[in-house]
């Protein structure tokens, strides 16, 4: 992996963008606006939309925010995010087997 420049922000990976689909799906299913959940997650709508679109990903405080200002277990989400990556995984080398 190369070294990143300063000033930089790295692009969203496979797992920042797997959180960020998670985070959108909640704010749909409770009906809010990333506006709002930046509001109680105490971020700009800016800086939180910037990374819901995947234009930056986001970082270990940001998601302990975020599912705290949703009500929701921060270690439960990520690992249900990171077994749904696994599986995904195992079933693409499965398949690649075939």
């Known amino acids: 992996m190369e ?3 300063r000033g930089s922000t790295p692009e969203s990976g496979p797992f920042a963008r797997a959180i960020s689909e998670e985070v959108r799906v909640a704010l749909a299913r409770r009906r809010l606006t990333v506006k709002q959940l930046a509001q109680k997650a105490g971020m700009s ?4 939309g910037k990374r819901l679109r ?3 990903p986001l970082n ?3 998601l302990e925010a975020i599912w705290l200002a949703l009500g929701e277990d921060p270690v439960s989400v990520t690992r249900k995010v ?4 696994e599986a995904n995984y195992r079933a693409n080398v499965e398949q690649d087997r075939h």
């Open 82 to 85: 990171l077994d749904s990556m």
């Open 54 to 56: 995947d234009e930056s």
């Open 60 to 62: 270990a405080n940001d």
């Open 3 to 5: 070294p990143m420049p």
């Open 45 to 48: 709508p800016s800086y939180l």
